[in-house]
Nanobody, 114 residues
Framework: QVQLVDSGGGLVQPGGSLRLSCTAS????????MSWYRQSPGKERELVAA????????NYADSVKGRFTISRDNAKNTLYLQMNSLKPNDTAVYYC???????WGQGTQVTDSS
């Protein structure tokens, strides 16, 4: 059974930074592309960023391009999302997901403190 544990969220001022982590188990992590999604109250869950299995190729939503960086450490079965220059609209619960698996972690809350 795939398990994804999201962490690293918190309260942050506009312009601040956070690094999210997602630790995976129950799958061969290095075989799968991974993604970060987010969901704000009253909105649908949206794709934020994705990375290929080896980490060489990344893609981002236009709204976060240039501010967020997705990366992974396959030796640690961990996915990261470095978030810089945070904006109020980035407030959401963030989730990681493995391509091909319909499993979600518990999510981690990122909240604008303004």
């Amino acid at each position: 059974q795939v398990q994804l544990v999201d962490s690293g969220g918190g309260l942050v001022q506009p312009g601040g930074s956070l690094r999210l982590s997602c630790t995976a188990s129950g799958l061969t992590f290095s075989n799968y592309a991974m993604s970060w999604y987010r969901q704000s109250p009253g909105k649908e869950r949206e794709l934020v960023a994705a990375v290929t299995s080896g980490g060489a190729v990344t893609n981002y939503a236009d709204s976060v391009k240039g501010r967020f960086t997705i990366s992974r450490d396959n030796a640690k079965n961990t996915l990261y999302l470095q978030m810089n220059s945070l904006k109020p609209n980035d407030t959401a619960v963030y989730y990681c997901k493995a391509l091909g698996w319909n499993s979600w972690g518990q999510g981690t809350q990122v909240t604008d403190s303004s």
